[in-house]
């Protein structure tokens, strides 16, 4: 049976910080962070118990910050530059270095790493880390790098305002204008000649709402030249990117995250990303990527095992949950993405979304079960869960740069209440936790139990049965979605109600339905609803219609076999 993949993103600087002061703009002495070593086996067993066979540990790579860690050699960054106290973990200050934030011993972090990477592989899961190949931290120095290796823009011939073997994009003769009010005189961040910004910003005057903190990277697209490309021989930053990728695959590292992966061009990723497989065969790699037109690019040429499932489905069911689009509209999805389905990762939350209980989305973590149970069953492609996504965490903390914003912050020292009382200073359980909070988590620990046992659902066939319910009186298609997945002699009906009451339903299943799954209705004895294990009672007509109820905001997988 085909292995359905289940990632859990976390943010390991608030996962395992247990200060819960929270103080808005808070500095690292008063909010504290996580570290690696929260990931203890304890912990990391309480993960893999909610069934995930991977872990994203987002904001790993050494990136600028406002604490200053300059007495263990590492460069003290200017804070105009910076975004949070924090910084993004997306502003890279060192890519061959972790962030010294999460170490307990800041000169043992790459071995702290080392541990945490040998932890989770022990515990049965393989570890994914962000790539950020598009930019870097505006002072971006290695102190980490091996020997030989030269940093970014070391070479560069910033007289030009491109050259395919500069690292960086220049804007000669100008100085760097930041927009907004910024330190004077020796403290003044200085920047000549100017660098392009990191948004394919190509001015020496980047706004607030542009990605000043960080620098565009040079593959050899020629932007003042109808983008032009100058790939061969083959630029410095595809090397430098290849040897940074290598690294961190012989740390053990099992994935990339790779961020931003449309504004890289995609013969980039055709060169390295096989160069990177020949040492590890089952490496994966993950695209960012928001244009559709592009995502067959990315997969038959670009190489990319999984692309975000950003602008059709997340949207999709971001929709429907809260009622701007009928159900209806989650055919289409599937529809467009065509062959590319299986290619698909599919989420409800990630460090950039809001989070689905904030007052910004559904308000409620539990109106966006029917669209987790869709996301989660409707194909064999893997799932996403945030942490605090199974505990309804809401999102709405004023942190500093954040600000309320219905996100957790990337970019400020934190703690996350609903993860800091699940852990319970590492102790783990459902005391702290709210009825509400149990229920939501035991929701998520089942659903992704289904998913990943249910072998018509981690490798077997789909059938949309949408068409053949929208003249049905008794099914609402604006509210509910409903389809079938099918392997071997067995068949699961999995149907979702958006509706925020419950629903007395029939769900029409066409002759053609069970042809294509090579299934004789006749042959089936028995049904059964998977979350609540009950026996679904079969009328002699149930292929031709099978009633069922439906709670408010929920769903049921059912699944039916063949009689002995």
Same mark, same amino acid.
């Given at each position: 049976?085909?292995?359905?993949?289940?990632?859990?993103?976390?943010?390991?600087?608030?996962?395992?910080?247990?200060?819960?002061?929270?103080?808005?703009?808070?500095?690292?002495?008063?909010?504290?962070?996580?570290?690696?070593?929260?990931?203890?086996?304890?912990?990391?067993?309480?993960?893999?118990?909610?069934?995930?066979?991977?872990?994203?540990?987002?904001?790993?790579?050494?990136?600028?910050?406002?604490?200053?860690?300059?007495?263990?050699?590492?460069?003290?960054?200017?804070?105009?530059?910076?975004?949070?106290?924090?910084? &993004?973990?997306?502003?890279?200050?060192?890519?061959?270095?972790?962030?010294?934030?999460?170490?307990?011993?800041?000169?043992?972090?790459?071995?702290?790493?080392?541990?945490?990477?040998?932890?989770?592989?022990?515990?049965?899961?393989?570890?994914?880390?962000?790539? +950020?190949?598009?930019?870097?931290?505006?002072?971006?120095?290695?102190?980490?790098?091996?020997?030989?290796?030269?940093?970014?823009?070391?070479?560069?011939?910033?007289?030009?305002?491109?050259?395919?073997?500069?690292?960086?994009?220049?804007?000669?003769?100008?100085?760097?204008?930041?927009?907004?009010?910024? @330190?004077?005189?020796?403290?003044?961040?200085?920047?000549?000649?100017?660098?392009?910004?990191?948004?394919?910003?190509?001015?020496?005057?980047?706004?607030?709402?542009?990605?000043?903190?960080?620098?565009?990277?040079?593959?050899?697209?020629?932007?003042?030249?109808?983008?032009?490309?100058?790939?061969?021989?083959?630029?410095?930053?595809?090397?430098?990117? @290849?040897?940074?990728?290598?690294?961190?695959?012989?740390?053990?590292?099992?994935?990339?995250?790779?961020?931003?992966?449309?504004?890289?061009?995609?013969?980039?990723?055709?060169?390295?990303?096989?160069?990177?497989?020949?040492?590890?065969?089952?490496?994966?790699?993950?695209?960012?990527?928001?244009?559709?037109?592009?995502?067959?690019?990315?997969?038959?040429?670009?190489?990319?095992?999984?692309?975000?499932?950003?602008?059709?489905?997340?949207?999709?069911?971001?929709?429907?949950?809260?009622?701007?689009?009928?159900?209806?509209?989650?055919?289409?999805?599937? @529809?467009?993405?065509?062959?590319?389905?299986?290619?698909?990762?599919?989420?409800?939350?990630?460090?950039?979304?809001?989070?689905?209980?904030?007052?910004?989305?559904?308000?409620?973590?539990?109106?966006?079960?029917?669209?987790?149970?869709?996301?989660?069953?409707?194909?064999?492609?893997? +799932?996403?869960?945030?942490?605090?996504?199974?505990?309804?965490?809401?999102?709405?903390?004023?942190?500093?740069?954040?600000?309320?914003?219905?996100?957790?912050?990337?970019?400020?020292?934190?703690?996350?209440?609903?993860?800091?009382?699940?852990?319970?200073?590492?102790?783990?359980?459902?005391?702290?936790?709210? @009825?509400?909070? +149990?229920?939501?988590?035991?929701?998520?620990?089942?659903?992704?139990?289904?998913?990943?046992?249910?072998? &018509?659902?981690?490798?077997?066939?789909?059938?949309?049965?949408?068409?053949?319910?929208?003249?049905?009186?008794?099914?609402?298609?604006?509210?509910?979605?409903?389809?079938?997945?099918?392997?071997?002699?067995?068949?699961?009906?999995?149907?979702?109600?958006?509706?925020?009451?419950? &629903?007395?339903?029939?769900?029409?299943?066409?002759?053609?339905?069970?042809?294509?799954?090579?299934?004789?209705?006749?042959?089936?004895?028995?049904?059964?609803?998977?979350?609540?294990?009950?026996?679904?009672?079969?009328? &002699?007509?149930?292929?031709?219609?099978?009633?069922?109820? +439906?709670?408010?905001?929920?769903?049921?997988?059912?699944?039916?076999?063949?009689?002995?």
């Amino acid at each position: 049976m085909k292995e359905k993949l289940f990632i859990y993103q976390v943010l390991p600087r608030l996962f395992g910080n247990n200060k819960d002061i929270n103080k808005e703009n808070g500095t690292l002495e008063e909010n504290g962070a996580g570290k690696f070593s929260a990931f203890d086996n304890k912990a990391l067993k309480e993960i893999k118990k909610m069934g995930f066979t991977h872990i994203w540990y987002t904001g790993i790579l050494e990136h600028a910050s406002k604490t200053d860690y300059s007495a263990h050699g590492i460069s003290k960054d200017n804070p105009d530059v910076i975004k949070g106290n924090a910084g &993004s973990p997306y502003a890279i200050r060192d890519y061959y270095d972790v962030s010294p934030d999460l170490a307990d011993v800041v000169e043992d972090r790459i071995a702290e790493f080392e541990d945490l990477v040998d932890r989770t592989h022990k515990n049965g899961m393989k570890v994914i880390i962000d790539f +950020v190949p598009n930019h870097v931290a505006r002072q971006y120095h290695s102190d980490a790098k091996p020997p030989k290796v030269k940093d970014f823009g070391e070479n560069d011939n910033p007289t030009i305002a491109f050259d395919p073997d500069n690292n960086f994009y220049y804007i000669p003769n100008q100085k760097l204008e930041l927009q907004f009010p910024v @330190q004077q005189g020796e403290d003044a961040y200085v920047e000549y000649p100017a660098k392009a910004t990191g948004n394919d910003c190509f001015t020496n005057k980047p706004g607030i709402n542009d990605w000043y903190e960080t620098v565009k990277l040079n593959y050899g697209v020629d932007y003042n030249h109808g983008k032009t490309n100058c790939f061969m021989p083959v630029p410095d930053t595809w090397l430098k990117m @290849q040897d940074i990728l290598l690294y961190w695959t012989s740390k053990g590292v099992d994935g990339f995250r790779c961020d931003m992966a449309e504004m890289v061009p995609v013969e980039f990723w055709n060169w390295v990303i096989p160069k990177v497989k020949a040492k590890n065969k089952s490496l994966i790699f993950i695209a960012e990527v928001y244009n559709p037109a592009q995502y067959h690019n990315y997969v038959h040429w670009g190489l990319f095992d999984y692309l975000y499932d950003k602008v059709d489905l997340y949207d999709t069911l971001r929709d429907v949950i809260c009622g701007y689009k009928p159900a209806s509209e989650i055919t289409f999805c599937w @529809q467009r993405i065509g062959d590319l389905q299986p290619k698909m990762l599919n989420f409800l939350e990630n460090h950039d979304e809001q989070r689905i209980a904030s007052d910004f989305f559904a308000g409620d973590a539990f109106k966006a079960i029917p669209g987790m149970i869709t996301a989660a069953t409707m194909y064999t492609n893997p +799932v996403m869960i945030y942490f605090g996504q199974e505990l309804g965490e809401r999102g709405m903390d004023k942190e500093g740069f954040s600000g309320l914003d219905g996100r957790t912050t990337i970019f400020d020292y934190w703690s996350v209440d609903s993860v800091r009382k699940w852990r319970n200073n590492g102790s783990f359980g459902n005391g702290n936790l709210t @009825q509400g909070q +149990v229920k939501l988590r035991k929701f998520y620990l089942q659903l992704i139990q289904i998913a990943r046992e249910e072998e &018509s659902i981690s490798s077997g066939k789909f059938f949309d049965l949408m068409y053949h319910n929208y003249e049905n009186p008794e099914f609402d298609s604006t509210k509910q979605y409903a389809f079938l997945r099918s392997c071997k002699k067995e068949f699961i009906l999995v149907v979702a109600n958006f509706a925020p009451y419950a &629903s007395e339903i029939s769900v029409h299943i066409p002759s053609e339905a069970f042809g294509y799954m090579g299934i004789e209705p006749q042959r089936i004895k028995s049904a059964k609803e998977l979350f609540s294990k009950k026996n679904i009672p079969l009328s &002699s007509r149930w292929d031709k219609a099978l009633y069922i109820n +439906v709670e408010a905001c929920s769903g049921m997988i059912i699944k039916f076999s063949v009689g002995q």
